[in-house]
């Protein structure tokens, strides 16, 4: 019998909406690399909406805006992480590398060989 795989996912919840994840937190990257929302979607493969609508959600989690907009023309306008905007994606990635080091211990070991590739169809049990 294969092993499944056992992934460990990071998500901040906050009321009904996920606050922070794995996907978001390439957000806030590309958007620090990029300086503007538009660029980091084109670069993750999202459309200016979808990322607008990514961040609008983690603006309105955190105590503080993690993205802050430049209005205006020039090189002045665009996005850029706010400090708690990068202090958070710091934490963040601290904590994705921690979770990482789980897979190295015995429980996670456990788990892992008890896992199936794939479900049971509906009704079979062994």
């Not at 708690?84 to 456990?110: I, N, Q, S």
Request: charged residues 25%; hydrophobic residues 50%; aromatic residues 4%.
């Amino acid at each position: 019998m294969q092993i499944g795989a056992l992934k460990l996912k990071l998500q901040l919840v906050c009321g009904d909406s996920f606050a922070l994840g794995p996907g978001k937190a390439d957000l806030l990257e590309a958007i620090d690399r990029e300086g503007s929302i538009a660029g980091a979607g084109r670069v993750l493969g999202m459309s200016y909406r979808r990322a607008w609508l990514l961040v609008d959600e983690m603006n309105r989690c955190f105590t503080a805006r993690l993205v802050e907009t430049l209005p205006g023309g020039g090189k002045a306008r665009g996005a850029r992480l706010s400090d708690l905007g990068r202090d958070v994606l710091a934490a963040y990635r601290e904590l994705e590398a921690a979770a990482a080091a789980l897979a190295e211990t015995p429980g996670h070991a456990r788990l892992a060989a008890a896992l199936r590739v794939a479900p049971l169809p509906a009704a079979q049990h062994d």
